[in-house]
Structure formats: C-alpha cells, structure tokens
C-alpha cells in the first residue's frame, strides 16, 4: 500500500491553475468586445455621417457646388475658419502659460482657479453667450468702457473670437498640464547647472517633451471652435457678410427644409474637420519619431 506524500501548503499555493480552452473569463472575450465596439461607433458615428454623404448625393454636382459656394456660404468659412484658427493660437500660447502656473506654482486660491479652468465644461454654451454678450456689449462692464475708444468688442467678429477662446482653453490646459506634470526636473536642473539660460531650458528641454500636447490641444481647441454655436450667436450680431458663421448657415437652411443644402456645407466643414485631424495627427507622428531618434 502506497503512501502519498505530502504537499506543502506553499508548494500548492505556488503552482500555477491551468484552465481550459473553454473556461469561462471574468471579461468578456475579444470578439464580444470587438463586436460591441463596431457596433458603437457605427451607431454614434458611422451611420450619421453616411447619412450625410446620401442626403448630400441627392443633388446633382452643379446644386452641390451652388450651394457650398454661395456668396454668403464662403463668407462664413472665412469667418468661421479664420476665427477658430486665431482662437486655437490665442489658447496654444496662454493655455500653455495657464497649466505652467498651475503646475509649478503654488499660491492662494489655486485649487479655485484650477477648478474655473472647467467651467466652459460645464457652463451650458447658450448660458456663455448670454454672459459674454452682458459683458462686452456696449452697456456692459467691459464694453462700456471699450466703447469710447473705438473698439467694439461685441456684435461683429471680435466677439465670436473671444467666445470661442473662452469654450476653447480647457483643451489646451488640461492636454498639457499632466505632460508638465510628468516632465523631468533634474533635466532642466543639469541644464541649469551646464549654464543655460531660462529660454534655452525652455526651447531645448521642455518645448520638445511638451509639443505633442501643445498640438494635441491646439487640434482639440480648433475642432471645438469649429462647430461652435450657442455661445456664439449672442454675442456674433449674425450679419450676413460680416458675423455669420457657418453652423448658422447650417441651421438656417434647415428652417427653410433646404435639407440637401444644409448636408452639403456640413459635408464641407467635415471635409476640412477630417484634413485638420490628418494634418495635426502626423505633426504629432513626426514629433515622436524626432524625439525617439534624438533621444
């Protein structure tokens, strides 16, 4: 008769379980999540745009380029591409020095300041444009006094760059605030300690760690300008011409049932959406294979 040895407690603990082919997981499988995945994007994202494109082919190629050429269309992209653009650049510069503050200073009320960098999150964009339109317009606190001089700041282009730098500079503070966070002192230390200057530590050492979260931002910030609407028709003035952007072109085609022409200046504003995105995307592609090359 045989005797089984004994297993120490350890020795069991210590082997390994081995499952099954067909054991159950405590996450589902790649092909639920796949399949879920798909799914998803297809019905948030996928279908609304091929809907587009089809209502869009409804029109022949001479109703289709009537339509995205128009005086008054052209116009608004000018306005709305210029002004998003300069807002994009106005938060790359102070976004930067905002999350530079918050990240190597300490000071009274910071935690405050940091949590009003949200606001635009939060704030509804109709309840933005009322407030800046109060602000800035002729009897308003600022505007009162802006006036007088010779600078109307509401009720023509002005206003609508500002109301696009207020919804826009979370992007940039937040995409760049944890790379600062993140980046390595004792670099900026031993440059300091080998004699540079405060902008050689800046342009050397910290711009090329933080310039894909600078691009990031400015593309997050420059998208969102982009669709931009409730907190910039208060403020806007929406003369033809002048202060019309291109999502109130949108929408007044469709209180007129004009659907055709108001999916082919969306069709528009997506095409050049999608060719930011490629642009910045291989900006930041570049960015990394430079840095990964010098490093």
């Given at each position: ?85 300069l807002a994009a650049f106005v938060n790359l510069v102070f976004g930067l020095l905002v999350a530079w503050v918050l990240v190597r200073y300490q000071f ?32 308003g606190w600022v505007g009162q006094f802006m006036e007088p001089l010779g600078i109307q700041l509401a009720f023509n282009p002005n206003g609508i760059v ?134």
């Amino acid at each position: 008769m045989s005797v089984a040895s004994p297993v120490s407690p350890s020795a069991s603990a210590a082997t390994p379980v081995r499952r099954g082919r067909g054991a159950q997981r405590v996450l589902p499988g790649f092909g639920l999540t796949l399949g879920y995945t798909l799914f998803y994007l297809s019905v948030i994202v996928l279908i609304p745009i091929v809907a587009l494109f089809f209502k869009t082919f409804e029109l022949t190629w001479e109703q289709f380029w009537t339509a995205v050429s128009a005086p008054r269309v052209v116009a608004s992209y000018k306005l709305t591409f210029g002004a998003s653009l300069l807002a994009a650049f106005v938060n790359l510069v102070f976004g930067l020095l905002v999350a530079w503050v918050l990240v190597r200073y300490q000071f009274p009320g910071k935690k405050i300041v940091d949590a009003l960098v949200d606001l635009p999150f939060a704030l509804p964009t109709a309840v933005a444009g009322i407030s800046l339109t109060a602000l800035l317009a002729g009897n308003g606190w600022v505007g009162q006094f802006m006036e007088p001089l010779g600078i109307q700041l509401a009720f023509n282009p002005n206003g609508i760059v500002i109301a696009l730098i207020f919804i826009g500079l979370p992007f940039v503070v937040r995409t760049v605030q944890p790379v600062l966070e993140d980046s390595e002192k004792e670099l900026e230390e031993a440059a300091t300690s080998l004699g540079a200057s405060r902008w050689q530590i800046f342009y050397k050492v910290l711009l090329p760690t933080i310039t894909p979260a600078l691009l990031t931002g400015f593309a997050m910030a420059f998208a969102r300008a982009l669709g931009e609407y409730g907190s910039v028709i208060f403020i806007a003035g929406n003369m033809p011409m002048v202060s019309e952007i291109t999502p109130l072109i949108i929408i007044g085609k469709l209180e007129q049932y004009d659907y055709a022409g108001a999916t082919a200046v969306a069709v528009v504003m997506l095409f050049f959406a999608f060719i930011m995105l490629l642009v910045i995307n291989g900006l930041q592609a570049w960015q990394r294979r430079h840095s990964g090359a010098r490093i």
